[in-house]
């Protein structure tokens, strides 16, 4: 049981590469309105917590990493009853790595503050706020449960693809009409790896067993001679039969 419940150390690689992906979607929820008309998809939500439609590429949309390449989203507020200055809320964006899979499913432990790490608020000003989102990814690999892992035979990883990411905002003059302009680019091609290793497995804890064993064994002989190593067996036979010498 110690070894299931001993603390894993950490080892980080860094690999590069040309083509990220970029997040697999963006969530937007606007309170007090109806913004469905500017995306493309809407997920359902209950009434009380506004709307939360998404927009969702087609296909997968990569960044080359070799050119300085950026994706612009521009909100546009196409409802002239519209007045910024009695907006109640903002909006809110949601970014997700596009190999990330459980987001309606458990997520892993280590991971949960994805869910509040890569969420930002949208506001709009007397200008033109432009937002820009930077993302990196990372990857982790993690050690499964299965009895070859926790023998030390050949051990298998489960791997999370997961981002993190900053955003700044820079406001400027513009169209009242613009909410904001989010910028989405990367801020850097590395891709850091956490792989998981584990100090002892059952195989070296049983080895340990053993080499402590042989040392309290040498060391006994060693003090009280080779006879009381023999079998109990022959001991006796020993005693009943004592040498002619």
Do not use: W
């Not at 997920?43 to 950026?70: C, L, M, R, W």
């Not at 070296?204 to 079998?231: D, H």
């Amino acid at each position: 049981m110690r070894v299931l419940k001993e603390e894993p150390g950490i080892k980080i690689l860094y690999e590069t590469t040309e083509l990220i992906p970029v997040p697999f979607n963006i969530t937007c929820e606007y309170y007090g309105g109806n913004c469905s008309s500017y995306f493309t998809e809407e997920h359902d939500a209950p009434e009380s917590y506004g709307y939360d439609p998404a927009f969702i590429p087609s296909g997968q949309v990569k960044i080359n990493t070799s050119e300085s390449e950026d994706i612009f989203f521009t909100i546009h507020i196409n409802d002239d009853t519209y007045n910024h200055l009695n907006q109640s809320s903002p909006m809110r964006i949601h970014a997700f790595d596009s190999d990330y899979p459980y987001q309606n499913q458990n997520t892993p432990m280590f991971i949960e503050s994805i869910e509040t790490e890569n969420r930002y608020y949208l506001a709009q000003s007397n200008g033109t706020n432009v937002f820009y989102f930077e993302f990196y990814r990372l990857r982790r690999e993690e050690l499964d449960t299965s009895f070859s892992t926790l023998l030390g035979f050949n051990p298998k990883y489960e791997t999370y693809n997961y981002i993190g990411s900053d955003m700044q905002m820079i406001e400027y003059g513009g169209s009242s009409n613009i909410y904001a302009k989010v910028t989405i680019g990367l801020k850097t091609s590395v891709l850091e790896i956490e792989k998981e290793q584990r100090a002892r497995t059952i195989l070296e804890v049983f080895a340990n067993i053993a080499a402590l064993y042989g040392i309290t064994f040498s060391t006994y002989v060693l003090l009280f001679g080779v006879r009381v190593s023999k079998p109990l067996l022959d001991k006796c036979m020993a005693a009943d039969n004592p040498s002619d010498d």
